[in-house]
């Protein structure tokens, strides 16, 4: 038996001992390349030009940290603020840009379009180049609309034609099954769970999506109109035709040249001048250090479902979302900060907790009782939960293609007593107290537990309609009409009162400095939340966040060496102990309120 101990404690010791010489040439490898970018500089060519790959679906933010070992994408505001850096460098003569797979909505190809416009107002050039427009969708048109050319191949399709979509209704197979859903919903618009509720569409649904639709599909054609310099008839007849081919597009002037990527590449090439290297752009944006004096704008970056309390800060971390402790905590680190004027709180998120919300909610109301203003930049999607932490801030921006709005109540479960019986089971409860096991998929609600949820959902929509007419200074009557659970367009918000100003990230940006009094020249960010845990502390010993970016990224790769990503997998799946093991029948996909 002792022999026994002493062999399992030298295995542990051998174990632990591997881990320590791991952390020792982790950090070794941080000093050696932190000397190295030091001395090097931001090592970029002297001319360059910048290859963004827009293919696959983009965040609108990096909010959430991830994982050193899971490589990040680019994302919505690094591509803002990239372009923005590279249209100061004068290093950098131009882009060439890939996409046509859909992976962008129209409010992300606006927001895109419009930091491409600052960047050619810089004397900058893009080329936009794609083997073809493979969706029907208009966002990744509405991008490349901004470039100087657009390049396909030939005979290649091009299949932009409008904005559309639907749902899927599941309740004929839950009687089937005998399930029973039991939602309330706050109020008629409210449609996230129509999907248990219903066997078709209702008509607020479809009254609200088809205005939704429309509004969206006219402020795109708009903006490929006025990009294309072609009338918007003319586009809206060209989309029409869809799908057809590069050539027909062609002829349309909705595209400038029919060639492949090398053509398009020798082109872009050609243009910048001899010399010309092409770096990609996450390289670029992460490697360049762009700090120009103390910050005076705080970013504040909530992209994701709204949950309570805090994401993990680990190196095995893919966690994703806004954790309601984190951001708030952001948001007051941006509060405490003295050089810190104002604070542009960038949201992309459909909603989630009612009381992560408010709890974020109430830190913004802190932000602007200390006297610092706080202008919302709303991206892709800003709905329910994510317009609720939106609602007091003293100026709202949204692009028109922007979803927004969504000011309802969801709340419920679908209960499955019935369907085990179908297939030879049983399932039995005991409980202490009344209502424990209130919300339990095991059996249905009785009429005074729906008595009490109904209740609880009117208090929370009363709640939140009573915010929304504080924070946007509106009528309660008013507020009532626009609320519903209805989802809008940023342009119709706007019409309703709900949003301030349409734009993107430099029109908050303005606003924001505006209310600082800070000249918009003079302007200059620090983005938040700030990594904690070990990325905080490899930030912090490399100076600014913005700065160490390209050093992160090349510890990334050496993490993701074969022997490291054993090692700490093997280290992720020990079990963590303290969680239960137990079957749990639940409806997923059920929206928070």
Do not use: C
């Not at 309330?184 to 066997?199: G, I, L, Q």
């Not at 949204?398 to 969801?410: C, E, M, N």
């Amino acid at each position: 038996m002792i022999r026994f101990l002493g062999w399992g404690r030298s295995i542990v010791m051998s174990v632990v001992n591997g881990i320590a010489r791991t952390v020792v040439v982790l950090v070794l490898l941080v000093v050696a390349l932190l000397v190295f970018s030091l001395a090097r500089g931001d090592g970029q060519p002297g001319n360059m030009v910048l290859a963004l790959d827009l293919r696959e679906p983009i965040a609108d933010s990096a909010a959430s940290p991830g994982s050193l070992l899971t490589p990040r994408r680019v994302t919505v505001m690094e591509v803002v603020l990239g372009l923005e850096a590279a249209g100061r460098d004068g290093r950098v003569k131009g882009m060439v840009m890939k996409l046509g797979n859909g992976a962008l909505s129209i409010a992300e190809g606006q927001e895109i379009a419009a930091a491409i416009e600052r960047f050619r107002a810089k004397n900058k050039f893009v080329i936009a180049q794609t083997t073809a427009f493979f969706s029907a969708g208009l966002g990744d048109y509405v991008a490349a609309s901004a470039a100087n050319e657009i390049w396909m191949q030939p005979k290649a399709p091009f299949t932009p034609s409008g904005t559309g979509g639907g749902g899927l209704f599941l309740r004929g197979v839950l009687d089937k099954i005998e399930a029973e859903p039991q939602i309330v919903k706050r109020a008629e618009y409210k449609s996230a769970a129509d999907m248990f509720m219903e066997k078709q569409m209702s008509a607020p649904d479809r009254e609200q999506l088809t205005r939704l639709m429309q509004s969206v599909y006219d402020s795109a054609v708009a903006r490929m109109a006025t990009n294309r310099k072609l009338r918007q008839q003319d586009v809206v007849a060209a989309l029409q035709a869809s799908p057809q081919f590069s050539e027909d597009a062609l002829k349309k002037r909705l595209i400038d040249r029919i060639g492949y990527d090398d053509q398009a590449t020798a082109a872009t090439n050609a243009r910048a001048g001899a010399g010309v290297k092409t770096v990609k752009f996450m390289t670029y944006a992460r490697d360049v250090a762009k700090p120009l004096g103390a910050a005076n704008i705080a970013i504040v970056e909530a992209a994701g479902e709204i949950r309570d309390g805090t994401a993990k800060n680990s190196l095995l971390d893919t966690s994703a979302g806004i954790a309601s402790d984190d951001l708030s905590e952001a948001i007051r680190q941006a509060t405490r900060d003295k050089s810190i004027k104002a604070i542009v709180l960038r949201v992309d998120s459909p909603g989630g907790s009612v009381t992560a919300s408010d709890q974020i909610l109430h830190a913004v109301k802190g932000a602007q009782s200390a006297g610092k203003p706080v202008v919302v930049s709303m991206g892709s999607v800003v709905a329910s939960g994510g317009y609720y932490i939106s609602t007091t801030a003293n100026r709202i921006v949204a692009q028109p293609g922007t979803i927004t709005g969504s000011i309802g109540v969801l709340t419920g479960k679908v209960s499955f007593n019935k369907t085990l019986g179908l297939v030879g089971a049983n399932a039995e409860q005991v409980s202490v107290g009344r209502n424990t096991l209130m919300n339990s998929p095991l059996s249905p609600y009785t009429p005074e537990q729906l008595e009490i949820l109904s209740r609880q959902a009117d208090v929370i929509y009363e709640d939140f309609t009573a915010k929304v007419a504080a924070g946007r200074k509106l009528t309660i009557a008013k507020v009532r009409e626009v609320a519903r659970g209805r989802v809008w367009s940023g342009t119709d918000a706007q019409t309703h009162g709900l949003v301030d100003r349409l734009g993107g990230f430099w029109t908050a940006a303005g606003e924001a400095a505006a209310l600082a009094k800070v000249p918009a020249g003079e302007m200059v960010f620090k983005i938040y939340p700030r990594r904690t845990g070990l990325l905080g502390s490899l930030s912090r010993l490399m100076g600014d966040m913005d700065a160490s970016l390209g050093l992160l990224g090349r510890i990334e790769s050496l993490l993701n060496l074969p022997a490291l990503q054993a090692l700490l997998g093997g280290i992720s799946e020990l079990p963590a102990g303290g969680e239960g093991t137990g079957i749990s029948l639940k409806a997923a996909g059920l929206p928070e309120p």
